[in-house]
C-alpha cells in the first residue's frame, strides 16, 4: 500500500518551459511535505519543503504547492534548465514519526530539453 | 550540511554470500539511517541506528537479514546477509543533524 504516489515515472519539458511534477497521497496524518532531487550515482538532495499549515512555499524558481483537501501538493520549476535534469522524489512525514520517518515516492524522471 | 561518504559505491555479489556496507559522516549524529531502493520503488526504510543501542528495524526488515552496526557517533555498517536476486538494490545511508535529511551517495549492489 503507497501511501505516497508519484503517478508519472517521467517528464520531458522544453528548456525555459513550466515542469509540474505531482505527488498524491493517502495518509491524513502526513503534515509535513518534501521534495528531493536526485541525480545519477549520487544520493537525493533536499530541494523545498511545505508544512500542511501553507498551501504554498516559494524558492527561487521552486514552488510547492500544496491542497489538503485533495491530498496532492505539486512542485512548479520555472523556467526550466537543462540542469534540473533528474529524478524528483516527493516525501512525506507527520509530527508524532519523527524528523526521520520519510515515506517516499517512487520518483519522477524529468528531462529538460534544451 | 552533513557530508556522506559510503563505501563500496557498488557491487556485483553471488547468491547466498553477504555485503557489508560502510558510511562515514563528517559530523557526529545521533542516529543515522538505512534507506533501501529497489528498481522502480520508492525509498524505503531499512532501520534506525543509534550509537550505543541496538538498531530499530522496520516493518518487512529483520536485524538476522540486515545487521547494523554503530560503534561511533560518525560510522554505521549494514551488512546484507545470505543475498538472493531480490535484494539487488540501491543502499542508501542517512542522517538529519538538522531537522533537515542527507543522504550518502548510495551503494548499488547487483546480485546474481
Known amino acids: 500500500d503507497q501511501q505516497v504516489k508519484q503517478n508519472s515515472p517521467s517528464l520531458s519539458v522544453q528548456e525555459g518551459r513550466i515542469s509540474i511534477l505531482n505527488c498524491d497521497y493517502t495518509?491524513?496524518?502526513?503534515?509535513?511535505f518534501l521534495w528531493y532531487k536526485k541525480y545519477p550515482a549520487e544520493g537525493p538532495t533536499f530541494l523545498i519543503s511545505?508544512?500542511?499549515?501553507?498551501d504554498k512555499n516559494e524558492d527561487g524558481r521552486f514552488t510547492v504547492f500544496l491542497n489538503k483537501s485533495a491530498k496532492h501538493l505539486s512542485l512548479h520549476i520555472v523556467p526550466s534548465q537543462p540542469g534540473d535534469s533528474a529524478v524528483y522524489f516527493c516525501?512525506?512525514?507527520?509530527?508524532?514519526?519523527?524528523?526521520?520517518?520519510?515515506?517516499f515516492g517512487k520518483g519522477t524522471k524529468l528531462s529538460v530539453i534544451p | 550540511s552533513a557530508v556522506i561518504s559510503q563505501k563500496p559505491s557498488r557491487d556485483i555479489c553471488q547468491r547466498g554470500t553477504s555485503l557489508t556496507i560502510q558510511c562515514q559522516v563528517d559530523?557526529?549524529?545521533?542516529?543515522m539511517f538505512w534507506y533501501r531502493q529497489q528498481p522502480g520503488q520508492s525509498l524505503t526504510l531499512i532501520a534506525t541506528?543509534?550509537?550505543?543501542?541496538?538498531?530499530?528495524?522496520e516493518s518487512g526488515f529483520v536485524i538476522d537479514k540486515f545487521p547494523i552496526s554503530r560503534p561511533n557517533l560518525t560510522f554505521s555498517t549494514l551488512t546484507v546477509s545470505n543475498m538472493s536476486p531480490e535484494d539487488s538494490s540501491i543502499y542508501l545511508c542517512?542522517?538529519?543533524?538538522?531537522?533537515?535529511?542527507?543522504f550518502g551517495p548510495g551503494t548499488r549492489l547487483t546480485v546474481l
Open positions: 542517512s542522517v538529519n543533524p538538522y531537522n533537515e535529511q542527507f
Open positions: 495518509n491524513s496524518m502526513f503534515d509535513y
Open positions: 511545505i508544512s500542511s499549515i501553507k
Open positions: 516525501a512525506a512525514t507527520y509530527s508524532g514519526a519523527g524528523s526521520y520517518q520519510l515515506t
Open positions: 559530523s557526529q549524529v545521533t542516529m
Open positions: 541506528a543509534n550509537q550505543g543501542s541496538e538498531a530499530t528495524y
